[in-house]
């Protein structure tokens, strides 16, 4: 699962309480190991700076794979919006919280 919200269609009127994904690429995708260790450098990466600091969703990715980063950066990014929906991170745009299914642009992780 990507984090995102999945909002009602009408196309899903009779199986709405199925519904446990938001498009077929999520589906087909699922939860992959790379995912889980994500969301843990993430957690690592955050728990290694003040209190009030932030990160990028690349930084995890960085510190993952290192130079080859950019193949997990939205993998990366699914990571940090799991994390806010379970309520263990904050999602920011130039300060502001905001809420991460909808964020578009580069976005900033901290803890909550």
Partial sequence: M??????????????WDEVRYCSDAC???????????????????????????????DDAAQSLVGEDWQRVAEPARAAARRLSVEGRVVITQEGRRVDPSTAKGPFRIGLT
């Fill in 27 to 57: 589906r087909k995708r699922g939860i992959q190991p790379v995912d889980q260790e994500l969301e843990s450098a993430i957690l690592n990466l955050l728990s290694q700076r003040p209190r009030n600091a932030t990160i990028s969703p």
């Fill in 2 to 15: 990507c984090g995102r919200v999945i909002t009602w269609r009408k196309k899903w009127a009779r199986s």
